[in-house]
């Protein structure tokens, strides 16, 4: 099976830098866009999201790869937020248990300890728009709205 194949990172410093040129996309040319977790950490600004999505629009990829965490984590309201959370972080330390099983690996420890400093902060104090996991629906309204 000989499909030809090219790989072509762009290496940019911000995310204010991407801009359609810097990919050397040929006529006829199949484009995959693999971005894993790159729309959440735009979410605190949202002109520099719609940038993004634009460019990546322009590029006309036959295949988008978004890996987000799924959630609804920014409701106004404390009893959604705290299911949210429950729901969002049983599963979470449910994974740490089913693949770091030794409760003394260090690595573990700190996904742990990282958890639960954003659970608390993030849901139960209220810190509403400050979290980066949102439903599916709200990206897909994102991007058609973009």
């Not at 099976?1 to 991407?18: G, L, Q, T, W």
């Not at 409760?103 to 608390?120: I, M, Q, T, V």
């Not at 139960?124 to 949102?134: A, D, H, P, Y």
Request: include cysteine.
């Amino acid at each position: 099976m000989a499909i030809p194949f090219s790989y072509c990172p762009v290496k940019i410093s911000n995310m204010e830098e991407i801009h359609e040129r810097l990919f050397n996309v040929k006529a006829g040319e199949f484009v995959v866009v693999y971005a894993p977790v790159v729309f959440g950490s735009l979410l605190y600004d949202p002109i520099l999201l719609r940038n993004t999505i634009n460019v990546i629009r322009k590029l006309r990829p036959q295949i988008l790869v978004n890996s987000e965490i799924e959630g609804q984590h920014n409701s106004p309201c404390f009893a959604n937020r705290f299911v949210e959370g429950l729901f969002y972080y049983s599963a979470y330390f449910d994974c740490l248990e089913a693949v770091l099983r030794d409760r003394n690996n260090l690595r573990r420890a700190k996904y742990e300890e990282d958890g639960k400093e954003r659970s608390c902060t993030h849901y139960l104090c209220g810190l509403v728009g400050e979290s980066t996991i949102v439903s599916n629906r709200a990206w897909n309204l994102f991007c058609v709205l973009s």
